[in-house]
C-alpha cells in the first residue's frame, strides 16, 4: 500500500474503530455485542494458535531444562561438598578415635610404671639443631616440660626431650645414631647400652660377654642417675639377632624396638620418676605359643603280609 494521504486517513479510521470497540467490550461485559466475534475468532484462529505453541513449547521445554539442570548440577554440587564434609568429618572421628586408643595405651603404661606423665602431641617430625631423628611436641617450659625427660608411648621408649621452648619441645628418638640409652635384660638382669642406627634395629653392645641372650628376649631401661634423661623399667624392644661371641669382654645384639618410629602421633613426657624400679612390670604379656598339630599316620598292612610289614621275600631271605 502506498504511503498517501487517503492510507494515512484510512489508518487513522481503523484505530479510531478499534477503540471504539475495545470501549463497547468493556462496558458491555459478559453481554458485550462483540462477544459472538470474539468467539468467531477463536474458533477460526484457535488451531493456528495450538499449532504455533506445540512448534514453540520444545524451545521452550529446552529452556527450562537447561535452567532447571543449572539447578541440579548446584545441588549435586552442594550434596558432592556435603558429602566430602561428612567423609572429613568421620575422617576425623577415626582420627580421634585412635588418639584415644593411643593415650588410653599410654596411660596403661604409666599406670604399670608409676610413672607421672603429660601428654603431647607430635606436630613436626624432621631435622632439628643438626639431628636428623627427632620429633617436635606440642607442650613445653610452660608445661612443666624440661631437658633430659624420659618420652614414651603405649608400646615402649620413644626418646628423651633435647630442647624446650615456651609452648613446644624437641624429642630425639631412640633410633638415632646419636642416641644412647641403659639397658637391662628381663629375668637375667643382663646390663648393656643400646644405640640408635636409623630405620634399622638398635645395636645393643652387652657388657658381659658371655651373657646367654637368645632371640625374642626383652629389654627395659636401666634408668639414669636422677632418673634423667632416663626412668627404669621402660619397654625397649625384642631381641631380634646375637652376634656369635668371639670371646670379648662385650657381645653385640640386635633389638627391634617396640615403638614405631615413623608414625607417631601421641607420646607421654614422664614428669614424675616412680618411687621404685617397676622391673619388669611395663613390659607386654608374652605372646602365647602357637600349638603346632600333630599329624598321626596309622599304616594297615596289606592282606597276607607279615605283621611286621616286611615282604615275604625279603623274611625267606
Known sequence: MRDTRESRLLLVLLIAIAFALITVDIRGGEDSPVDGARSAAATVFGPIENGVSSAVDPVGNAIAAVRDSG??????????????????????????RSRLKQLD??????????????????????????????????????DGI?????????DGLVGRVTTVGPNTATVLLASDPDFTVGTRMESTDELGFASGQGDRPLRVEMLNGKAKIKKGDRLV?????????FVPGVPVGVVSRVDPSG??????????PYVGFSKLDVVGV??????????????PPKPKPTPRPTVTVTVTPSAGAPADGLPQQQQEQ
Open 105 to 142: 595405651k599410654i596411660l596403661k603404661t604409666a599406670g604399670a610404671g608409676q610413672y607421672g606423665i603429660k601428654g603431647a602431641e607430635v606436630i613436626a617430625i624432621g631435622a632439628a639443631q643438626g639431628f636428623s631423628w627427632t620429633v617436635t611436641i606440642d607442650v613445653g617450659a610452660n
Open 71 to 96: 539447578d541440579r548440577h548446584d545441588r549435586i554440587a552442594q550434596l558432592e561438598r556435603d558429602n566430602a564434609a561428612l567423609k572429613a568429618k568421620l575422617g576425623s572421628d577415626d582420627r580421634n
Open 146 to 154: 624440661q631437658r633430659d625427660m624420659t618420652v614414651l608411648n603405649g
Open 221 to 229: 631401661t636401666f634408668g639414669s642417675q636422677a632418673d634423667k634423661p
Open 247 to 256: 670371646g670379648d669382654l662385650t657381645r653385640t645384639i640386635y633389638v627391634e
Open 270 to 283: 614422664v614428669t614424675k620418676a616412680p618411687p621404685r624400679d617397676p622391673r619388669d612390670q611395663v613390659l
